[in-house]
């Protein structure tokens, strides 16, 4: 297969597993999004989707968000880990929300990026999901997965959202963004991997990676 048939094969297969893509963070709207991406970093979805209604059902706007303190939010979001700097980051975007926006979140992605504790992929999840701008957030899954099709070189996430961008179409980036994240996380995990169930690894996987994986699959020599 050439690359140009590897991705086409990838899109196809993706759109008959996921016609229809759940999103995995639960939210209402663009604020209560980038809030629960946010919290997302080094946390899983369960977790988030699970101490997010505890948070809005407090504050669900940036306007009622500012009424909190600091500490108030980190004792509510502190099963999701790094409490200190994302109650912080989450107290301080509400603020700049509200003195410079009107309490809107911006659908830009440079100004969303300069927001206390928005990174560049909190940025391009809520530009793609929220507002339904291209955009082509890599997560951890994402990485793994371009590298084990050999469509980059696993060296960065930077990287790899070059690569992405370059290889799959603008008009699909948000769909396969979700898709690639899904498919990560059930048909090739970075443990419990299965290749056997790996539709899209078995057929078009990086050399090495399916070598790799059978190697340590045989059964050891006395």
Known sequence: MTKKEKVQFVIDTLD???P???????HKDPYTLLIAVLLSAQCTDERVNKIT?????KADNPFDMIKLSVEEIKEIIRPCGLSPMKSKGIYGLSR???EK???QVPADMEALEALPAVGHKTASVVMSQAFNIPAFPVDTHIHRLMYRWN???????QQTEKDAKRLFPKDKWNRLHLQLVWYGRQYSPARAWNLE???ITSVIGRKTVINDYY???APKKK
Do not use: R
Request: glycine share 6%; hydrophobic share 45%.
């Open 16 to 18: 008959a597993i996921y």
């Open 20 to 26: 229809e893509i759940p999103v995995p963070l639960d």
């Open 53 to 57: 209604p505890i948070l809005f059902a």
């Open 96 to 98: 700049i929300l509200v």
């Open 101 to 103: 926006y009107d309490g």
């Open 151 to 157: 469509f980059s070189n696993g060296k960065s996430v």
């Open 197 to 199: 169930i790996d539709i």
């Open 215 to 217: 190697k340590k699959k």
